[in-house]
């Protein structure tokens, strides 16, 4: 089955820098990759998602990149504010067949 | 636009009773998943509908739990009988087709004393 792994598991920077999380999946057969970010007690919020036959995708401060031949994807927010502390999952999917999250980012921006 | 809907909230009961937690998905979605969600385990899937027949029941931890979607707008997760181990947050999402993206709701926290 799939296999997602996610790094780095905490990640502080200060306000305005970027924050960069990097997964890795195991299946090639993933051809879905969406991003969640969720606060305290909260549901996962879908912040942006990619589809294996893209190589990035953008929305603000937001990007995504995928390299499938690494089955790897990233996460990349620029200009970082306060209310972009929460905890962010990757997560990989074959159609809704093996829907499998990381195991999650806790990031801190430092005013 | 009512996003999906989770009840209770909280739940906070005694080992050995019966517990029923229960979901709202977004109208017009046809996929359902129940996750919980530890420290420990992270999110981990524990069933999955489509058209509201089960498909992968593959992470329903044991016996004692079982979950139904007797028509397209509820669905329910049942636990009896219940143990202090399955204290957790049990998260339901939807997604309109298989392979999109889902949506959460605000879970339901759930101890068992």
């Known amino acids: 089955g799939e296999n997602v792994e996610q790094h780095p598991s905490t990640l502080s920077v200060q306000e305005g820098d970027s924050a960069v999380i990097k997964c890795t999946y195991s299946?090639?057969?993933?051809?879905?990759f969406p991003w969640y970010k969720q606060e305290l007690g909260k549901g996962p919020q879908l912040i942006i998602d990619i589809r294996s036959n893209v190589g990035e995708k953008k929305d603000q401060r937001i990007a995504v990149t995928l390299n499938k031949t690494a089955k790897h994807f990233s996460l990349h927010i620029t200009e970082t504010q306060p209310e972009d502390s929460a905890v962010y999952f990757c997560a990989a999917d074959n159609y809704g067949q093996n829907f499998v999250f990381g195991p999650g980012t806790r990031l801190s921006v430092l005013p | 636009d009512a996003g999906v809907i989770q009840s209770p909230r909280h739940e906070v009961t005694e080992m050995g009773q019966e517990v029923t937690l229960r979901c709202k998905p977004i109208?017009?979605?046809?996929?359902l998943f129940w996750y919980r969600q530890t420290m420990m385990r992270g999110l981990e899937l524990l069933i999955y509908f489509n058209n509201n027949v089960p498909i992968d029941d593959s992470g329903m931890p044991e016996d004692r739990f079982s979950a139904k979607m007797p028509n397209a707008s509820f669905s329910t997760l049942k636990i009896q009988p219940s143990e202090p181990r399955d204290s957790a947050v049990y998260f339901c999402?939807?997604?309109?087709?298989?392979?999109?993206?889902?949506?959460f709701g605000d879970g339901t926290r759930l101890s068992i004393l």
């Open positions: 999402a939807s997604s309109l087709r298989d392979g999109g993206p889902q949506h």
């Open positions: 109208s017009g979605h046809n996929s």
């Open positions: 299946d090639s057969a993933s051809n879905y």
